[in-house]
């Protein structure tokens, strides 16, 4: 009996107390950083300090030993501190924290910091190591860093998601020659003349996330202006006299006037402690808005006193637009990269607002749908298309995310949200935003919440179609006539992928008359509108739809109308039906000849310079990809007279430029590549069209691609002929890609198949362009499947815009039969292939399956 007392006893004691549950001792370590690991750190940390110091050694080939202090209060330990180093474990060396010296434990690109050797509160881990140089972008004269989406990295350990900030204390040793650019001010320079060093320590910076740090060291030119703010540092290495007249004082006063708009815009202070700049003549993207040194692609900023106004104007924009990232994007900072959209959006739309007050002669408008349109649709109409907002799981895909669709139809999107609420309203909320999360990060969310207050449209729904799903709509017009009045006039919008999707939006109709022009004003909210106000009004002669240029979708055409698009006299409504004309083409509505026709007569009669590039550009696309043999030897003789008639003609020097290119693309017959090489031999001169030596680098390589007798000589004088350093070496890199020795370009291709010869992207796809040219993608298409095949890799070592770029300068300038079937024999050889990367090749191929049925 006692016994059987006791046993109960226990038992019950056993069931009354609470079992110690057992956790998990880590969390899952996969590779990249994936977003349970991001928000699980971002509750774990809550203050980060990097001071870093690198050593630069003058030999290209030698490591970078580089030492990092990590401060950081820890809030969290249930599970051990996990860095981020996408690097092999042999580049650690030493490892201490708080003083410990601890064993290096590296694994899946991330190194584990033992919660046993942390404290809640602040702890120091310092780490001795090799830096990693995927992102390095190492050259024999300079070097920089590019860390954006998940590159800090790849670079130094660190907690490389956006929403944990940090300050950083940055010392480099360089070359005594070299200058050096940061986020933070110049603290002291320590010479070092026996070893021939300098040492350059910096100042604290402010707070930005890791893809925003970045260094620039080098041999490069400095100057110094204060254009009315305060002074600016510019680094760059071009050496052309004329280009750097031209220049670098617009360079400081667009950073300037930027600056002025944005203060007043969002009534908030400039938020860093500098802001400098440095081009950089290989660099991958146009530009990149690192907090206090923001760096450009060289030949984006330096313009000739010939440049175009069109040149003018997008140098003046990228400008403006890495300055609004100062605001949006390094002051408030998206929380994860699923909404990197939200930082471009408001980049390019606060850049289009800044072109106002600096090219008042421009029409802004006008600009904005040229911009945009096109770019936006290029995306937008593939079945590889994707909503402006993504999901993202892991940060190793996140330069996937970049494209068209948030550089070009979110600012669309954001155009028409301003109508909804007004501008004062939105301008009003933009304020808000910034004021609230200054200095902190934000999401799509947070901005609608703000939003949603000031409007009585309910934002969140409006928004649903526009953000968060893909495509575009195509609309279409039923129109009933009764004694030459328009008895009933209806619209009704579809989404083009045959979704019940509906795209509230407002936009302008035109009906043309003999002697006046009626505009219909209109927003649509549902699947069909009823033009009501266009009862009993005259039967117009034409009907122009979007003529605003702000709706947005592909818009009824009549055919019988086509040629007519030359004479409309609005140059907005003219350029959107140019644009509008070229979506119904590939929807195959419209013959490629008769399409083609019109281009060609509008590049005759153009006398807009934007809306002329983009005609010339149709032309150029409609000639290579969807003419066929046969209609191109119809057509040849004649378009190739119309065009160097015009290049000969009266024409402002603008647009002799745009055509001179139009012609030298096109050109076949020997008598027109006569004509260019006696151009590019400076044998013939023509009044007004003024060749600076990029354009006769590029002449040259035209001329080599179509095979002209004197390619060996054409690329020895041309050599001759180019003066800057960075330019001669890309030119001598590239020849073999432009060699007609076919066994030659084989072999360079190839090459590119290996990352090693990857490193600088801009080349590499001025390689591919060449390689696989229209002309020579008989002998290059054996290529073709190697490229697709190549393609996770290249994402894995390639900046963000390198995989989609990779698949445009190669299958993406294809258009014929046999392109066609290896790219289905890879697609059915891959039916689990990467879901973002199948995307990319969508993209980029579209042109190539429309083709099928178009180019008969």
Known sequence: MKKYTLLVLIALT????????????????????????????????????????????????????????????IADLQYDLILDFNEKKDHLKTLSVNGVSAPINHTNEHLIISSDLLIIGENKIEISFNAGELSLNRNEEFLYTLLVPDRASTLFPCLDQPNLKATYDLTIT????????????????IEKEK?????????????????????????????????????????????????????????????????????????????????????????????????????????SLFLDKNATQNQKLSRAKLIAHETSHMWFGDLVTMQWFNDVWLKEVFANFMADKIMNPLFPDIDHQLKFMMTHYPSAYSEDRTKG???????????????????????????????????????????????????????????????????????????????????????????????????????????????????????????????????????????????????????????????IYNSNGFGYGVFPVHVANIAKIKDIKDDTA????????????????????????????????????????????????????????????????????????????????????????????????????????????????????????????????????????????????????????????????????LSNNVKERDAFMVSLFDAKNREKESWVLAALGYIHHPLRQTESKKHLEKCLNKLEEIQLTGDIFFPKNWLASSIGQYTSKDAYQILEGFLAKNPNFNTILLKKILQTTDDLEKAQTIKL
Request: charged letters at 25%; aromatic letters at 12%.
């Open 195 to 299: 070893e021939g060093y300098t040492t350059h320590i910096f100042n604290t910076t402010d707070k930005m996330s890791t893809y925003l740090f970045s260094f620039v060291a080098g041999k490069f030119t400095e100057e110094i202006k204060n254009p009315g703010a305060f002074d600016m540092r510019f680094l760059y290495r071009e050496n052309n006299k004329e280009k750097i007249a031209e220049s670098t004082s617009e360079v400081f006063n667009i950073h300037q006037q930027s600056l002025d708009f944005l203060i007043d815009y969002t009534n908030y202070k400039f938020p860093f402690q500098k802001m400098d700049f440095a081009s950089i003549p290989p660099f991958q993207y146009g530009g990149m808005e690192h907090v206090g040194a923001i760096q450009y692609r060289e030949s």
């Open 574 to 737: 003219r350029a959107y039906s140019y644009i509008n004309l070229y979506e119904v083409f590939l929807n195959n509505k419209v013959p490629a000849l008769d399409a083609y026709n019109v281009f060609l007569n509008g590049v005759a009669s153009e006398k807009n310079e934007l809306i002329l590039d983009y005609v010339s550009g149709r032309t150029r696309d409609l000639y290579w990809s969807f003419l066929s043999e046969k209609s191109k030897k119809e057509i040849q003789a004649a378009t190739e007279d119309t065009l160097f008639a015009l290049v000969k003609s009266t024409k402002p020097k603008a647009f002799k430029k745009t055509i001179f290119n139009l012609y030298k693309s096109i050109s076949a017959s020997n008598k027109a590549i006569h004509n260019l090489y006696a151009i590019w031999k400076k044998e013939m001169s023509i009044p007004e069209l003024f060749l600076n030596e990029d354009d006769y680098t590029s002449l040259a390589a035209e001329l080599v691609i179509k095979k002209h007798s004197k390619s060996t000589e054409i690329l020895k004088e041309q050599e001759t002929r180019i003066s800057n350093p960075d330019k001669l070496a890309r030119f001598k890199w590239l020849q073999p890609s």
């Open 385 to 543: 298309t994707n909503p402006i907002r993504q999901d993202l799981d892991n940060l190793k895909n996140a330069g996937s995310l970049y494209g068209r669709i948030i550089y070009n139809k979110a600012p669309i999107m954001m155009q028409q949200l301003e109508a909804v609420l007004g501008k004062d309203a939105f301008k009003e909320g933009m304020q808000e935003y910034i004021k609230t999360f200054a200095n902190g990060n934000a999401d799509w969310n947070d901005l609608v919440s703000i939003l949603d207050k000031k409007s009585d449209v309910d934002i969140k729904n409006w928004s649903d179609v526009w953000v968060n799903k893909s495509g575009r709509p195509v609309f279409t017009d039923h129109i009933t006539y009764k004694d030459n009045k328009i008895a009933n006039f209806t619209i009704t919008q579809k989404a083009e992928d045959g979704t019940d999707k509906i795209w509230p939006q407002s936009f302008a109709i035109q009906l043309i008359y003999k002697d006046s022009v009626k505009t219909i004003n209109t927003t649509i909210s549902g699947k069909t509108l009823d033009l009501k106000e266009t009862k009993g009004l005259a039967m117009p002669e034409q009907v």
């Open 14 to 73: 056993l069931v009354g107390c609470p079992q110690k549950k057992e956790r998990p001792t880590s969390l899952p370590i996969e590779k990249g950083i994936s977003l349970n690991l991001a928000k699980y750190r971002r509750e774990q940390i809550k203050d980060l300090h990097y001071a870093l110091d690198f050593s630069i050694p003058k030999n290209l080939e030698d490591p970078i030993p580089t030492t990092l202090t990590l401060t950081a209060y």
């Open 174 to 189: 360089a070359p005594k020659d070299w200058k050096v650019l940061c986020g933070g001010t110049e603290k002291e320079k």
